[in-house]
């Protein structure tokens, strides 16, 4: 199964939304993504969070309130939907806010839970959430195209190949070391040790 979760930033491009929402995918506003989905015509399944920046009420859809404050709302509801089954999941509305809005984002996706495909789709940009239980990872993009790859604790084991700059079981910690790759074949491949963010082009968009 997979999952949209709205978050409650800036607007996606038209051209991300069309090309990821779709008659089988379950949409999840994570309280004022909801009406951020609403401005863009689309209706949520269900709202999730605390509910402190939405009036649910005219939205007449399920709500299912997380009230755990030593938590972001978008890290209980990744586990939440992963528990449910989902398998993969896209965040949207992600943009924007403050300048350490967009580490919670990624310390949400590489704290959730095993078991699922984690990505956030940003304006320019697309953030994977690399397990290790998900064994080798693959992401096809044309040769030339920049990348990079972030940990954000002591893994003891790393191998990427398909890059200009190839790591072969080297350990890796929160660095620069990951930083501005270039892809040099149609893919890349990465084997780790331990939970990484990919961040790689957003093919969706028109930027």
Known sequence: MRAILWCNGDLPE????????DDNVTIFGIDGGAKKAHTLGILVDEILGDM?????????VAITKLDDQSRSDLSKSLDLLIKRGYEEIDIIGVDGGSSEHILGIWASMYEAIQGCKIRAIHRDRISYRYHPND???????????????FSMEKIESITLTGAKWEINNQELEFSTLGLHNICVENEICINSSGKL???YPNFYSSE
Not at 52 to 60: H, L, M, R
Not at 135 to 149: A, D, V
């Open 52 to 60: 402190d920046s939405v009036d649910y009420e005219p939205f007449n």
């Open 197 to 199: 963010i990919v961040i």
């Open 135 to 149: 064994g080798e990872l693959k992401i096809s993009m044309e040769p030339g195209t920049e990348f990079s790859i």
């Open 14 to 21: 038209e051209e991300i939304t069309n090309a990821i929402v």
